[in-house]
């Protein structure tokens, strides 16, 4: 399959502020993880990080012509108020997994709400690292399961 993580703003400051919330790995040592198990699990996979909306809306619309078969997403704190990451993931189709490295429901009332959820599979939150391999082990899951239907 070829996955594509994709993480929204400030997750490239990972590692050095505010480790108490997001752990002490680096966003390069969460990719080193994922990249091991997609190797392993023999599938191919892209990388992207933006601190900006259109750029993460334009990376989206290119997993679509690059037939992408699954996003794993961390919108960030777009997560809570861009309609037009919704809408960009549910114009290209693609199976989608929400993921967040904090447990957003336990938080400040904002980040209890995600406006891109209706778009997604479905959501993965407080596992910190971790909820980026569950996320690629539920897209294995559902994938699987459709193509031997
Ligand atoms: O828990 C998550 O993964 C979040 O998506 C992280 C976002 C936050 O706005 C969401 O509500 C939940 C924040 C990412 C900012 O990352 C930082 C990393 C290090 C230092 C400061 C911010």
Known sequence: MNIWIIHGPN????????????GTETLDD?????QDYLIK???TYEFFQSNSEGQLIDKIQE??????????????AYTHYSYAIHDALK???IPTV???????????????HSVVAPACI???????????????QALEAILSEEQSK
């Open 63 to 76: 997993a679509y012509r690059a037939d992408v078969d699954g996003i794993v997403i961390n919108p960030a």
């Open 91 to 93: 114009a290209v189709s």
């Open 11 to 22: 997750l490239n400051l990972l590692g050095t502020r505010e480790p108490e919330i997001y």
């Open 98 to 112: 929400e993921v967040h490295l904090s447990a957003i429901h336990s938080r400040e009332d904002f980040r209890k």
């Open 30 to 34: 969460i990719n080193r993880r994922m």
């Open 122 to 136: 479905g959501q993965i939150s407080g596992f910190g690292s971790t909820s980026y391999l569950l996320g690629i």
């Open 41 to 43: 699990h023999g599938h």
